[in-house]
């Protein structure tokens, strides 16, 4: 009888390009792992009060131990030079607000990078010599960077891109 053990995959590794991708998987690693409540909470679980079991004393530890294992996911899911940018973050909610006001733009950055996206996808076209499955897998590349940043994009319009 053979057995079969499984391994977690390394978290995804942001190199400071695509940041808008790289959220999207992150958020789903720490959410399969249960883990993704402790960057939204930023809390640390209350002290050790007296007379618990030991089920309740476990559940404490593994509570606590959720932070650091965020923290190593985040730190791992980084490039070296990414990391030394959130070195000195000491919890998990530090370390992605840090990311998001560096890489995802704030304010006026985040609408500029929207109105290029826009702009991009209007001028696309559709070329002689395209095949209709590249065409629209470009337009979707676009579609979905606009999402990314927040902005509405409705179906119907890439399928109008698609068929004008």
Request: aromatic content about 10%.
């Amino acid at each position: 009888m053979s057995s079969t053990s499984f391994t977690h995959p390394p978290p995804p590794v942001f190199n400071g390009e695509h940041y808008h991708i790289w959220v999207v998987k992150m958020k789903t690693y720490l959410q399969a792992y249960d883990l993704w409540e402790v960057v939204n909470a930023d809390v640390e679980p209350p002290p050790l009060r007296a007379n618990l079991t030991i089920a309740q004393i476990k559940q404490h530890s593994d509570n606590r131990a959720k932070k650091f294992k965020v923290m190593s996911c985040l730190q791992n899911g980084v490039s070296n030079v990414i990391f030394t940018r959130i070195i000195a973050c000491e919890t998990p909610k530090q370390v992605w607000d840090k990311l998001k006001e560096e890489f995802h733009g704030i304010g006026k950055t985040r609408h500029q990078q929207i109105i290029n996206l826009w702009r991009d996808f209007e001028n696309l076209k559709m070329k002689e010599f395209d095949i209709v499955k590249q065409y629209f897998d470009i337009i979707m590349v676009v579609v979905n960077n606009i999402r990314l940043l927040g902005d509405q994009f409705p179906n119907i319009r890439a399928v109008e891109k698609v068929i004008t």
